[in-house]
């Protein structure tokens, strides 16, 4: 099974935005980061885990245990409902990628047990910050 941490991050609310996933499994580790768009943290931590599934689901995984230190993700997905109007559609998408999988866990797990994942996603955002200021368009 594979663990994957995910986290996603903000320079500002809204702001330049950054996805951080680290993915493990027998001692193998995988590690990306990833800019995104202008939004809020919320967005961003729901952004990383359609990102990490999408990855794992490319990759043929079919048993993933997700970590994440957002209660928001972690509480949406396991009552497969959100509040905020604004992730609806996040959470229908992040469910149907869900689907596939022969096995799905996700666990809220504290902030410094997510540190890879968050410095993957703080790297994202000053790697976006350098590019746009060499006048490179990185957003996705």
């Known amino acids: 099974m594979y663990e994957v941490y995910f986290d996603g991050a903000s320079a500002g609310n809204p702001g330049p935005s950054g996805a951080g ?3 493990k499994k027998n001692g193998e580790v995988e590690r990306y980061s990833i800019p995104l768009g202008n939004m809020d943290n919320h967005e961003a931590e729901f952004r990383a885990f359609l990102i990490a599934l999408q990855l794992c ?5 079919s ?3 997700f970590r994440t230190d957002s209660q928001l ?7 497969e409902f959100v509040k905020n109007k604004r992730f609806v559609p996040l959470l229908a998408e992040a469910l149907t990628l869900i689907r596939p ?7 809220w797990v504290p902030s410094s047990e997510n540190k890879a994942a968050d410095e993957l996603a703080r790297a994202a955002i000053r790697n976006r910050k350098s590019k746009e200021e060499a ?3 990185t957003a996705i």
Do not use: C, P, T
């Open 63 to 65: 048993q993933v245990s």
């Open 101 to 107: 999988f022969d096995l799905f866990f996700i666990k």
């Open 135 to 137: 006048g490179e368009n």
């Open 21 to 23: 996933i680290f993915m």
């Open 73 to 79: 993700v972690s509480q949406a997905v396991e009552k």
């Open 57 to 61: 689901k490319d990759k043929g995984y």
